[in-house]
């Protein structure tokens, strides 16, 4: 069991920077976690994803905006938001998969979730 929770979402203007952290019950080292976002009408998609070694990947909407980290002491997952666009605005979701140290971006693929945090950026 994993209990997530995400923090560091609210308004933003565009242009701004924002960073997202997820906190986890339990130590992540080796883990596979993520974020996702999902605007209204839309499908969740992945955002950003990082595997139990260290490799990250991205949306392919996200061109290099986004970094995702993660600190083990802290078992914090973060995500840095640079440059937001107004298409940004979703609820985003951290995720946590424990079948194995391997990333998808699928979200069928993750065993856990937060609760999910609002961002909203204005033009």
């Known amino acids: 069991q994993v209990n997530l929770v995400e923090s560091g979402g609210g308004p933003v203007q565009a242009g701004g920077s924002l960073r997202l952290s997820c906190v986890a019950s339990?130590?992540?080292?080796?883990?596979?976690m993520a974020w996702f976002r999902q605007a209204p009408g839309q499908e969740r998609e992945a955002v950003a994803t990082?595997?139990?070694?260290?490799?990250?990947s991205y949306g392919d909407s996200m061109n290099g905006r986004f970094t995702i980290s993660r600190d083990f002491v802290k078992s914090t997952l973060y995500l840095q938001m640079n440059n937001l666009r107004p298409e940004d605005s979703a609820i985003y979701y951290c995720?946590?998969?424990?079948?194995?140290?391997?990333?998808?971006?699928?979200?069928?693929?993750?065993?856990?979730w937060g609760q999910g945090i609002q961002v909203t950026v204005s033009p």
């Open positions: 995720a946590a998969k424990i079948t194995s140290p391997r990333c998808f971006m699928s979200a069928v693929s993750y065993n856990y």
């Open positions: 339990r130590d992540i080292y080796g883990l596979c």
């Open positions: 990082m595997d139990g070694p260290g490799s990250a």
